[in-house]
């Protein structure tokens, strides 16, 4: 299956300039690439969830209540 | 209050919230219970998959660019867009020994409208049959109780035995009759019903409910009205029943009621999932499909736990070709196969079993030394007796020994005939074809021969008991046994003569 690295940023509200250097910083040394494109989702409720490619890396609050949830 | 609140805090704080890594996609098409899903780049073969929220999926064609997914449940709501995610587990079945006497679907979840089915193991669907060095020689006997069976055809515990026949032949019969014959056998029985009518799986379990069957009996139905690939899955589903009590060291018998449903079940999906098809229009891995599931009946080394999972299998073929598709290939994965005929059926001959195309390739080992002593050169004598009939009906003088032959072998004939739902313990079976077949019976009148025979157990057992018990429990005839039973016979026919011409 082709890879395809685009990388999708969700969060509820706007990353401050530092936060996204930071994440920039961490797009690079994990799959590098520093391009992403953001989304605002308030349905995430708040942390952040990142997808490259179709893998999802979830640290939102919304990920951590279903697994309260499920566990 | 406080104990409450402390108990949520103790709960909370032992939760583990770690940023979860997950593969999803997206759904780019959708019809039929098919969904093709672009992304999902880490899914496995076979793999459950969860569309939306809680519709699950089960992911059976990996290609370069798109996953090929049949729904489990229905769901209208999907849409193209839709998020898909994997779940890293294969697809299984719920199982715990609450589930004999329940009415289950191929996903565990229950049909006869009692409480959920109590989940002690999962059990995968599809799994690896067991090894060679695992396994061993079938040498216990599976009674049917339908004489001409295992008589003349014996099934062994752990033996896959193929029941064929045109629609309305009596094949489902053989397999009810069975499981009706195994009350007290300690063997648990698992009937797996394929594209069948719902108004014939809810008279199936009225049977068994009204016979006490159902106590040792669990019923895995996906029914005409099911989704191709509820039918699809339902063998496999029933089979990972049987391996939970095989695990445990029990017998189980399976039936598959029937195969040619199910790839008829599972065209429908490969066709829908794009698959090149080939014979028939079934696509590549047909033969794959039913040996896979067949090989996994086997009978295990007590080293490696016993037990035994025999299976029945139910082909329906049309007028008459066994050699179509789809009977060739499961009559070469069975160890034999009882095929019935229409013709035979029309006569009367009930079970409508054609002794000459008939085979139990294994069950002859696990033959009670009994019944081989009495049935031994009976399927030879019947083949003879059919040739002969037929020749016979041309001529009008015969001489006296062709007609003595005529006439045996019409009474053995009739002897074979039992109604389905009859079962006859073993011990009976061997009296009554012993007698047939030594000729107590040449005097008795052919419209009587049934009759005899029914007052001839009712006789043995009230009045001879002990013969019964010693063929049961010597596991073969012996020399007093033999002179007790020719005198008993003697005196039945002398005390009922307006039975004899």
């Known amino acids: 299956m082709a890879k395809n690295t685009s990388v999708v940023v969700e969060t509820v509200v706007p990353l401050s300039t530092q936060q996204a250097q930071t994440l920039k910083a961490m797009l690079k040394k994990s799959f590098g690439t520093e391009s992403y494109t953001t989304e605002l989702n308030p349905e995430i409720l708040g942390g952040v969830r990142v997808r490259v490619g179709s893998t999802v890396y979830d640290a939102s609050l919304r990920g951590k209540l279903e697994q309260l949830r499920t566990s | ?501």
């Not at chain 2, 109780?145 to 053989?174: C, N």
């Open chain 2, 1 to 501: 209050m406080t104990d409450f609140l402390s108990e949520i805090k103790k709960q909370l704080a032992g939760a583990k919230l770690e940023t979860t890594k997950q593969s999803v996609g997206t759904i780019t098409n959708f019809g039929d219970g098919i969904a093709t899903i672009s992304g999902l780049d880490d899914v496995m073969l076979g793999e459950l998959v969860l569309v939306g929220k809680d519709t699950f999926a089960l992911a059976l064609n990996l290609k370069k660019d798109n996953v090929g997914v049949v729904l489990l449940t229905e769901n209208r709501d999907i849409r193209a867009g839709d998020t898909v995610q994997t779940t890293g587990r294969l697809l299984s079945i719920g199982v715990s020994d609450d589930i004999v006497g329940r009415v289950v679907d191929p996903l565990g979840r229950a049909l006869d409208g009692k409480a959920p089915i109590a989940v002690k193991t999962y059990q995968p669907l599809e799994k690896v049959a067991p090894g060679v060095i695992t396994r061993k020689m079938v040498t216990v006997p599976l009674q049917t109780g339908i004489k001409a069976i295992d008589a003349m055809i014996p099934v062994g515990r752990g033996q896959r035995e193929l029941i064929i026949g045109d629609r309305g032949t009596g094949k489902s019969s053989i397999g009810l009759g069975t499981i009706l014959n195994q009350r007290g056998q300690n063997v648990i029985c698992v009937y797996v019903a394929i594209g069948q009518k719902r108004s014939y799986v809810a008279q199936t379990v009225a049977l068994f409910e009204k016979t006490g069957s159902m106590d040792y009996t669990v019923v895995v139905a996906a029914t005409a009205s099911d989704s191709a690939t509820s039918q699809f899955l339902a063998p496999y589903a029933g089979v990972a029943i049987a391996e939970y009590f095989l695990k445990q060291g029990k017998d189980v018998l399976v039936i598959y009621d029937d195969l040619s449903k199910h790839a008829v079940a599972y065209r429908e999906i490969s066709l829908l999932l794009r698959r090149p098809s080939g014979r028939e229009a079934y696509p590549g891995d047909v033969f794959y499909l039913h040996s896979r599931l067949l090989e996994r009946a086997c009978r295990l080394d007590e080293k490696y736990g016993g037990g035994s999972i025999t299976a029945l299998p139910i082909i329906e073929t049309q007028a008459s070709d066994v050699s179509a598709f789809i009977p060739t290939n499961v009559i070469s994965i069975t160890d034999g196969q009882i095929y019935l005929e229409t013709d035979l059926f029309n006569s009367g001959v009930k079970p409508a079993i054609n002794v000459g195309l008939s085979v139990s390739r294994v069950g002859s080992a696990a033959q009670l030394k009994t019944m081989k002593q009495v049935a031994g050169k009976m399927r030879l004598d019947l083949a003879q007796y059919r040739e002969l009939a037929a020749f016979a009906q041309f001529s009008s003088d015969l001489d006296a020994k062709t007609k003595a032959q005529l006439d045996r072998g019409a009474r053995v004939s009739t002897i074979l005939n039992q109604d389905w739902d009859k079962p006859m313990p073993v011990e009976d079976q061997v009296a009554v074809i012993y007698a047939a077949t030594n000729g107590y019976l040449d005097s008795v009148s052919l419209e009587k021969t049934r009759m005899w025979e029914e007052l001839a157990t009712m006789y043995l057992k009230a009045d001879e008991p002990a013969i019964l018990k010693s063929i049961k429990a010597e596991g073969k005839i012996i020399e007093d046994t033999e002179k007790a039973l020719q005198k008993a016979l003697t005196t039945f026919n002398d005390i009922h003569s307006e039975l004899h011409l």
